[in-house]
């Protein structure tokens, strides 16, 4: 080959001098993308509404997310960092593995100080996100093959998947609970139990409705009220629009009389948590067959100084006020009319 063939194809001095330079300016514009990308992140899920189970679950998986950017972003960082001149690459990853799994479980940590709870499913997700950025990092590194590339890409995105799965789960509960609907609760299905709950002092079971029950075949709720200030049964999470409708409904059997009325509250999501803001209703219960009804127009002008909002309907509470001696009862067939 002539000499000046060889010179030709030589790499000039100068280009060789702009590699280092071109490759810290890609790594900075890198940087920038994923801090804008991160903030960006950060700021719609804390804006994000959380009314429903889905959009709690939602935002909830959301830290797998946040920390996965947060992560290449820190990694980033330090790449770009004096340190990195210092540490190899394999330190770098552990490091910022490390920081940013340090900083979740501390924010966890310090949630009761501003009035919230610390959740260990919170920390799985920032586990989840952090390795997934990890395993990012690795496929990226200079001289991985690409069927490794590719394996390790699978990794990551079922690392994230992974977080995917409750908010999936809840938005087909609330297929299922959409089309249950105009019925509130029948308690035919194991999913409606995501909407019920009892407080100290009460208990409740899903059985087979009883026998002196006549013309139930199916199932009920079993509500026990034992001992406590105000033990009883919370109803949550149930479709929130009752606009189009008139009137709850509410199947309640009662075997014996009971020693008192039991006491019905029902809110909307701008509930202040005051006893004027809400329906107050006391139900005189006989042994047999009581079919409740409640007025959509009496529930829509209960609050004080407003009207309840019934396209944002959040819970219906029936309880004893310190119950004289515990008493059963059997619930079935919320719905609306």
């Given at each position: 080959?002539p000499e000046?063939?060889?010179k030709?194809?030589?790499?000039?001095?100068?280009?060789?001098?702009m590699?280092p330079g071109?490759s810290?300016?890609?790594?900075?514009?890198?940087?920038?993308?994923?801090?804008?990308?991160?903030?960006?992140?950060?700021?719609?899920f804390?804006?994000m509404d959380?009314?429903s189970?889905?959009?709690?679950?939602?935002?909830?998986?959301s830290h797998?997310?946040?920390?996965?950017?947060?992560?290449?972003?820190?990694?980033?960082?330090?790449?770009?960092?004096?340190?990195?001149?210092?540490?190899?690459s394999?330190?770098?990853?552990?490091?910022a593995?490390?920081?940013?799994?340090?900083?979740?479980?501390?924010?966890?940590i310090l949630?009761?100080?501003?009035?919230?709870?610390?959740?260990?499913l919170?920390?799985?997700?920032?586990?989840?996100?952090?390795?997934?950025?990890?395993?990012?990092?690795l496929?990226?590194?200079?001289?991985?093959?690409?069927?490794?590339?590719?394996w390790?890409?699978l990794?990551?995105?079922?690392l994230?998947l992974?977080?995917?799965?409750q908010?999936?789960?809840y938005?087909?509960?609330?297929?299922?609970?959409?089309?249950?609907?105009?019925?509130?609760?029948n308690?035919e299905?194991?999913?409606?139990?995501?909407?019920?709950?009892?407080?100290?002092?009460?208990?409740?079971?899903?059985i087979?409705a009883?026998?002196?029950?006549?013309?139930?075949?199916g199932?009920?709720?079993?509500?026990d009220?034992?001992?406590?200030?105000?033990?009883?049964?919370?109803l949550?999470?149930?479709?929130?629009?009752?606009?189009?409708?008139?009137?709850l409904?509410?199947?309640?059997f009662?075997?014996?009389?009971?020693?008192?009325?039991?006491n019905?509250?029902?809110?909307?999501?701008?509930?202040?948590?005051?006893y004027?803001?809400?329906?107050?209703?006391?139900?005189?219960?006989?042994?047999?067959?009581?079919?409740?009804f409640?007025?959509?127009?009496?529930?829509?002008?209960?609050?004080?100084?407003?009207?309840?909002?019934?396209?944002?309907?959040q819970?219906?509470?029936?309880?004893?006020?310190?119950?004289?001696?515990?008493?059963?009862l059997?619930?079935?067939?919320?719905?609306?009319?």
């Amino acid at each position: 080959m002539p000499e000046s063939a060889l010179k030709g194809s030589e790499v000039s001095p100068q280009t060789k001098k702009m590699k280092p330079g071109n490759s810290s300016l890609k790594r900075v514009a890198e940087l920038v993308l994923l801090f804008l990308a991160l903030s960006a992140s950060v700021v719609y899920f804390n804006l994000m509404d959380t009314e429903s189970l889905y959009q709690k679950s939602l935002r909830d998986s959301s830290h797998a997310w946040v920390f996965f950017l947060g992560t290449c972003t820190l990694i980033q960082l330090l790449r770009i960092s004096p340190i990195a001149k210092s540490r190899a690459s394999g330190s770098l990853l552990a490091l910022a593995f490390t920081s940013a799994l340090l900083t979740g479980i501390s924010i966890e940590i310090l949630q009761p100080l501003v009035g919230r709870s610390a959740s260990f499913l919170d920390i799985w997700y920032d586990l989840l996100g952090t390795s997934a950025a990890v395993v990012l990092h690795l496929a990226r590194k200079t001289g991985t093959t690409w069927a490794k590339r590719a394996w390790l890409g699978l990794g990551v995105l079922g690392l994230l998947l992974i977080s995917a799965i409750q908010p999936l789960y809840y938005l087909k509960f609330e297929r299922l609970r959409a089309e249950l609907f105009p019925v509130l609760f029948n308690f035919e299905h194991d999913w409606e139990r995501e909407m019920f709950n009892t407080n100290q002092g009460a208990h409740h079971s899903v059985i087979d409705a009883p026998s002196e029950w006549q013309g139930n075949t199916g199932k009920v709720l079993r509500l026990d009220i034992n001992s406590g200030s105000y033990p009883g049964l919370r109803l949550q999470h149930f479709e929130a629009d009752w606009r189009q409708y008139r009137t709850l409904a509410i199947d309640i059997f009662v075997k014996k009389a009971l020693p008192q009325p039991l006491n019905l509250r029902i809110n909307d999501a701008s509930h202040n948590q005051k006893y004027a803001d809400r329906l107050n209703k006391k139900l005189n219960l006989h042994p047999g067959m009581n079919k409740v009804f409640i007025d959509l127009n009496q529930l829509l002008s209960a609050p004080a100084g407003r009207e309840m909002d019934l396209s944002r309907m959040q819970k219906i509470i029936l309880f004893s006020q310190q119950p004289e001696r515990p008493f059963s009862l059997y619930i079935d067939n919320i719905r609306l009319h």
